[in-house]
């Protein structure tokens, strides 16, 4: 019996998706419009996970420049197909803005989990979003999900499957539709995985009701992987849409299974924390609950029917805690691969060898803007952390400021920096209108210390560890319809020249 807490993963890490390669569960979650992407994490117990390496890993694999916030990769599926390692994800292009890049389905492949993955293989023939692979002895099924071709009612999807030619990307026929949800009037039907069913047939688990409040598991039985599939009559078989805003976990949905090699099932989910009951910083997060089964129907959280924050159950061990205390003093010849770039690789805005023990960051476009921001960003842990950084500030000609970013989106963000000639700003960013909140003064000359404190939803900023003010940033919680993306946190600079930072520390704190 052991002892673990939910999320599973610290920080924002929505759409999960699970499988197992030998001895190890491997898990893979969205990243909309940051890069690297869809990080693969790596466990041999199902409770304390690794990074292991990112699907998009390389610049030639994807170019997201330009794009708005939560635009980009969406809801991969990991999945082994004959010992080898298939990710299936969707490109969605951005809702302000022009952007031409190119959108749709996609695959990648690797023998490893920490790669090298694969170029993109482009799936063409079908829309929408939301794909799974499904192996069927030597034949592999494509599903996804996309808008109902009559849509009697907004919001309504189908859940389609087709076979797939995984060499080549190509349909071997034409998608067919399979589901639309299972509550009358149901609203996007999304993030399905067709698995084998106990005993014979399939099982299509999927996700309704949207990736909010009301989002729910349901599941769909048949005989053939084509359908037809009948609604579970106890569905929804997971949700949290019945406990309100101010439970401790709210809008659960968008499960995957992974199966044990003693042959018990485990169940990764999502869910959002509020923060004494409003929306929290994070986002979606990654919960993991046991899966039991009653007449080939899948029981999650037996007795219970909840992702609870504590969770004790047999088969996995007491979970290690979290690392409290993160430090990055660039002093290696590459950078921490949780660090993330918006619509590209960090690695093309971000030198860590230019000048030793720091890293050189190439001033990019205004961070509230949707564009090209230089800013070095990654997973705020918690909503109680001290981030600091220390930022040499480099005199000149033009303009150019330079500091920490608290980052949902470019509509939403906090910015705390100091300019060529030492003056201090700190700024709000809410529903796109900027705010300048604080004014603050250091030398021109020399590094400066700048530092947020989160705790709940206020942030207090300080300078060279004095108080410079405190702001109440709920209004920064990422919001429905398209709230996709938790905070992310760390340097930042923007227009011209470039800045030196010696150092990045994020410490978790208690009470967590």
Do not use: K
Request: glycine share 14%; with cysteine.
């Amino acid at each position: 019996m052991g002892r673990y807490r939910n999320p599973i993963l610290p920080g924002c890490h929505p759409d999960p998706s699970i499988c197992r390669l030998g001895d190890r569960y491997l898990l893979v979650t969205s990243t909309f419009e940051y890069l690297p992407g869809l990080p693969v994490h790596a466990s041999t117990n199902l409770v304390d996970w690794e990074l292991v390496g990112h699907a998009i890993h390389r610049e030639e694999q994807l170019d997201l420049r330009g794009l708005d916030g939560s635009s980009g990769l969406y809801a991969p599926t990991i999945r082994v197909v004959g010992g080898r390692l298939v990710v299936v994800c969707t490109v969605v292009g951005s809702e302000e803005g022009p952007w031409s890049g190119r959108t749709g389905h996609f695959l990648v492949t690797a023998e490893d989990p920490a790669g090298p993955w694969s170029d993109p293989v482009w799936i063409d023939g079908v829309g929408g979003f939301d794909p799974s692979i499904t192996v069927d002895g030597d034949r592999v099924w494509l599903c996804g999900t996309r808008l109902a071709a009559a849509a009697e009612w907004p919001g309504r999807t189908e859940v389609w499957i087709a076979e797939l030619d995984l060499e080549s990307g190509a349909l071997r026929g034409e998608p067919v539709p399979i589901w639309t949800g299972a509550a009358a009037r149901a609203v996007w039907a999304e993030g399905p995985h067709v698995l084998p069913r106990p005993g014979g047939g399939w099982m299509l688990l999927a996700a309704e009701g949207g990736t909010d409040l009301d989002h729910a598991v349901v599941t769909a039985y048949a005989e053939e992987i084509t359908g037809p599939y009948t609604g579970d009559t106890g569905n929804p078989r997971l949700t949290h849409r019945d406990l309100g805003s101010g439970a401790e976990i709210v809008a659960v949905g968008h499960a995957d299974l992974v199966d044990t090699p003693a042959g018990e099932t485990w169940a990764v989910a999502l869910g959002s924390h509020p923060v004494a009951g409003r929306r929290g910083l994070l986002g979606r997060r990654t919960s993991l609950v046991p899966v039991g089964w009653e007449g080939a129907r899948p029981l999650f959280a037996p007795g219970t029917a909840r992702v609870a924050p504590v969770v004790e159950a047999p088969g996995v061990p007491d979970a290690a805690p979290w690392p409290s205390l993160v430090v990055d003093d660039f002093d290696g010849v590459t950078l921490d691969p949780a660090w993330n770039g918006v619509g590209r690789m960090p690695q093309l805005f971000a030198d860590p060898v230019a000048r030793p023990g720091h890293v050189r960051l190439r001033a990019g476009d205004d961070p509230g803007t949707v564009g090209l921001p230089a800013f070095l960003g990654r997973r705020l842990p918690s909503e109680r952390t001290r981030v600091e950084a220390t930022v040499a500030t480099v005199p000149g000609e033009g303009t150019l400021r330079a500091g920490l970013l608290l980052r949902v989106g470019e509509r939403q963000l906090l910015e705390l920096a100091v300019d060529r000639g030492g003056e201090v700003v700190l700024a709000r960013v809410q529903g796109g209108l900027r705010a300048e909140l604080a004014r603050g003064r250091v030398a021109a000359s020399g590094p400066v210390l700048l530092g947020l404190e989160i705790v709940d939803l206020v942030a207090a900023a300080s300078v060279d560890g004095v108080p410079l003010a405190s702001v109440d940033v709920a209004g920064l919680a990422p919001l429905p319809p398209r709230g996709f993306v938790g905070a992310w946190v760390g340097p930042f600079a923007a227009g011209d020249g470039f800045v030196d930072v010696d150092r990045v520390v994020l410490e978790t704190l208690p009470g967590v």
